[in-house]
C-alpha cells in the first residue's frame, strides 16, 4: 500500500492555502512536504498535525492506494 495525498492538496485549495502556509503552521520540514509531494510516507505525528491544523479527519487527507511498480 502507498499513501495518497491528493486529497489534502484539494483541501488546501478549498480553505486558500498554500503548501508553505501548511508548512509554517504545522513546523514540518520542507523535505517532509516534499516527500508527501512524492507521495511518499510520513509519520502518523505529521498527519495528525494537520488534520489539527486544518480541523479535518485522517481520511480527509490521506488515501491508502495500491502500491504502483
Not at 508548512?23 to 489539527?52: F, H, P, Q, W, Y
Not at 486544518?54 to 481520511?59: Q, S, V
Request: charged residues 30%; neutral net charge.
Amino acid at each position: 500500500m502507498a499513501a495518497n495525498y491528493n486529497k489534502l492538496w484539494k483541501l488546501l485549495i478549498d480553505k486558500g492555502m498554500t503548501k508553505t502556509d501548511l508548512r509554517m503552521k504545522t513546523g514540518m520540514s520542507t523535505s517532509t512536504l516534499a516527500k508527501m509531494s512524492k507521495n511518499e510516507n510520513v509519520s502518523l505525528d505529521v498527519i495528525l498535525s494537520i488534520c489539527k491544523v486544518l480541523e479535518c479527519n485522517i481520511g480527509d487527507v490521506v488515501d491508502a492506494t495500491e502500491k504502483e511498480d
